[in-house]
C-alpha cells in the first residue's frame, strides 16, 4: 500500500519506493529517511489532509499527499 493511505493512529513499514519516484525527488525523500524497514506514522495532520507531517526517525517530516503516494509500505 502508499504512505498516502496510512490513518492516524496505524503505524507502517516502509518497503520501497514505487517507480514513479524518480531522480532528484527519490534522492531527497532517502536522504529524509524514508528507506526500506523504516518505521513510519502520522505525527501532525494540517486542516486539509495536505500536507502531512510523518514521524520518520525521531523527527517530523512533512510530505504532499503526492509525494507520499510514491512511498510503499506494510501496515505493522
Known amino acids: ?3 498516502s493511505t ?3 493512529g496505524e503505524v ?7 517507480k514513479e519516484c524518480r531522480g532528484e525527488n527519490r534522492r531527497r525523500l532517502l536522504d529524509l529517511g524514508f528507506v526500506k524497514g ?3 506514522k ?4 494540517s486542516p486539509m489532509k495536505n500536507p502531512v507531517a510523518y514521524a520518520v526517525k525521531g ?3 512533512a510530505l504532499r499527499n503526492d509525494q507520499a ?3 510503499l509500505i506494510n501496515k505493522v
Open 1 to 3: 500500500m502508499r504512505l
Open 6 to 8: 496510512l490513518e492516524e
Open 12 to 18: 507502517g513499514k516502509i518497503v520501497g519506493m514505487s
Open 38 to 40: 523504516t518505521e513510519i
Open 42 to 45: 502520522i505525527d501532525l495532520n
Open 59 to 61: 523527527t517530523s517530516i
Open 69 to 71: 503516494s510514491k512511498i
